[in-house]
């Protein structure tokens, strides 16, 4: 509003003179309004006085006329006042009653508007104190506002002149002082240039004045300005020069550097990452690539980026991420991005090639999951498998998939027999013809060893499988060919269904391991399905194992003895000492139940530990009641050799005095099967400590006749099989017969068990068997029983 | 100057007062037989034209060339005789007043107030008779 008004009203000087006047026109207002009031009265003063001295002037004739009653007299002296100008009416009145009233013409519309009537007593002209008359005397209001009028009139003009001369004053004073320097100085701002050193000069006689200091600052402000005007251009020099090299840094490189808006929007980039991202033959970006949407650049995974983007932008966190990125001719690369949040909604990208990281690590990952020697997956690869297939199926009810493990029987042997190298191949072998039996998409692992796990995805039925399963133990089973050499395998299978069977990981493997072991226990070179069953079994022996460890704390097991007599002496010379495990809940628990799980588990060396002692301690007793008993315990092949060493055998017989003579030891001819140079060792050592050695279950296995040559025992036990057919079974009685020639012919003892009637005892003590054991003398006894069993023997021998 | 001449005035007065007393005499029949010193006042002012008792006033004046009449009206009213020439030239304007008839001398005014019925006039007390009746007396 301001700027429309034009330029003189905005000038100093017309707003000064506009402030003088203006307060000169209320001034003289107020001045003359007081003056008015005040000359008002003093005219009213002055009239009054002067009518009063009009009076003094015609008292005498007044006061004669009043006091003889003269009206002639008195209209003559009231004629006379009236002629004065300032007198509208004259009223006299006598003692009696009114001489005289005179007004003018025209007074009559004045009356009432009269100011300062004068009204005065006459007195006698004989007598001061008496008073004869009255004159009333009425001045002229007219006259009297005519004379103020006049009076004020004049003053305001006086005093208008004045004010006039000093607005007038003021308006030159300013102009003189004020106005013109300013405009001076501003005409001359205009013109200058301060960088070129033009300053304000101060006008002439103004050094001190407002108008001085004024120009001085102004120079003052335009020095700072061409010095920070300086130093902000050399600043930019500075910049520029800057911005140059790391402009070149940025375009120069060998990493992709862009900077993209919220939307993914690239705002400025590298050549770089024109290079990495091929603007130049990308179809959806302008050759410089500028203002592309990096999201629809050829990324496989476009979508993750962009959430990349905004989560960078909108948590203000650098992020980084791997992206696949699909070039012109096809190839794949693996570009790392991280970004950076800059601030105002956008992020700075930082672009690496690292296809050759991605691909070195995906081959390690492969190989990580990779059976170096077969090429199938290993453990870790089928375990991802397995769960990668679980989550496919996941959600989907009819979905599923069959899980085998797959077995080489008899692998073991070739390994040991024909070296490692000739295993190796036929894995390899294996690993092939497994692979053909199945579909690409199918997964072959080599578990461990000899062992294969192959998961078949969308196979549901147990026909299918089967069917599978079926091929797989054919191809599998035909002949391999090693360097010509034809070998023979056969392979078991075992087969669980997810998600029938179960619906994780582990316990599909641990289903997988149960199908199959009891397709080895049956004899191997078949399939079997999971079944539950066997997880039951497998969950009995799982408590039946921790029971023993608990039992073998709570002495729950116990020796029982079965004596043994000798036949040529007719005496009963030791017994056998049997473990018995009595479980609090499930009563008397036969060995058969627990042992074959204790070797199993190796529990069996602990156990083993426990009747040595067992034995130790009831033959120290024997020994301290002068009973000369000897005593044979039963050793597993898993106690051979470390579990029962033969130095730890002959501590025991020391710890509780008892010599090594009396203790016997039963191996069967399995543990000499196992490992048989162990085996040997660990039997000479033994015996050298003096230990018998019973071969137990004599005939029932191999049986084969060079191991008596070749191993130390000095005693076969007879097994009881044989004895018991003996009596109906001439076969039997000569393979008996034979067993006991052929023991003794090797200088070896024989032990028939399982002597169960006298008939037996005749043929056997016939034959010349040394020593018996059997129900015909005594079931198995605990220890507490056996002294009457003794007595009850005696009797039999008797 | 005024209060010198007051002085000298009243000194004359007492003199008068000690050589010859005034006194205001009427007509016998004028019905008349007391007047104030007011009433003569008025009555040989002007003021009234007529006595107390109705009768029409006719004051008479001693010749002006008599120390009488001054003495009276310095008496009466302490002016002197051009005052009182002053102040009857006033009434003479308008013409109205009946101004005192002046008689030649103390047996002219004699005969004058005796002869008029309204008369009244001033006299040495020695010089009055029988034909006149004394009604004011400047007191001593």
Known sequence: MASEKPAWRQSILYLVAIAAVGSALLAGMIFIGITASVTNERVEQQTTTHLGELLDTVESTLSIACFVQDQVLATEVARGLLKNSVVLGVAIRGSSGELVRLYRDDASHKVDTVKGRLVRKIRSPFNAAETVGEIVLDPDPESFARVVKQEVSFIGILLWLQLAIVIGAIVIVMLRLIVRPIKAMSDRLHRMNAALGDRLSIPGGYGGTEIGRLAMDVNALADQLVASLDDEHKLRLQLEMDEKKYRAIFDNAETGIFITDHAGRIESHNRALSRQLEFSASANASPDGEGALIGELAWCEPGRLGELIISCVDDHVTRNGDFEYVCADGASRWLNIVLSPIGGGRAQGVVSDITGHKLAEDAARRQAVTDPLTGVANRPGLEQRLLSAIRQCDGNPDDGFALMLVDLDGFKKINDGLGLPIGDLILKTAAERLRACVKGSDAVARMSGDEFAILLPRVTEEALAANIGERIVRSLGQVYEVHTTPIMLGASVGITLYPGDAKDTPTLLRHVELALDRAKVSGGNHFTFFDPAMAEAAERRRELESDMHIALRRQEFSLFYQPLVDLSSNRLVGAEALIRWRHPTRGLVPPDAFIPLAEETGFIVDLGFWVLEAACRQLAIWQGEGKEFYLSINISGRQIPDGMSPAWLAATCRKHGVEASRLVLEITEGVLLADANKALDWLGEVRTFGFGIYLDDFGTGYSSLSYLKRFPVDTVKIDKSFVRDMGGDKSDRALVEAIIAMARSLRLQTVAEGVEDATQLALLREMGCDRVQGYYFSKPVPCEQFDAVCQHIQGLLA | ?140
């Open chain 2, 1 to 140: 100057m005024m209060r010198l001449a007051v002085i000298f005035c009243a000194l004359a007065m007492l003199a008068g007062g000690a050589a010859a007393e005034l006194v205001v005499v009427t007509n016998r029949s004028a019905g008349v037989e007391r007047l104030s010193r007011d009433e003569v006042i008025n009555i040989f002012l002007g003021r009234l034209q007529l006595l107390p008792s109705g009768i029409a006033a006719q004051p008479v004046d001693l010749p002006a060339t008599q120390p009488e009449r001054s003495t009276f009206y310095r008496l009466l009213v302490s002016k002197d005789l051009a005052e009182i020439n002053a102040y009857r030239a006033h009434l003479m304007f308008s013409g109205r007043i009946v101004l005192p008839k002046e008689a030649a001398g103390a047996e002219d005014m004699l005969s004058l107030v005796a002869g008029t019925p309204g008369g009244i006039g001033y006299l040495e007390r020695a010089k009055i008779n029988d034909r006149v009746k004394v009604v004011f007396e400047f007191s001593p």
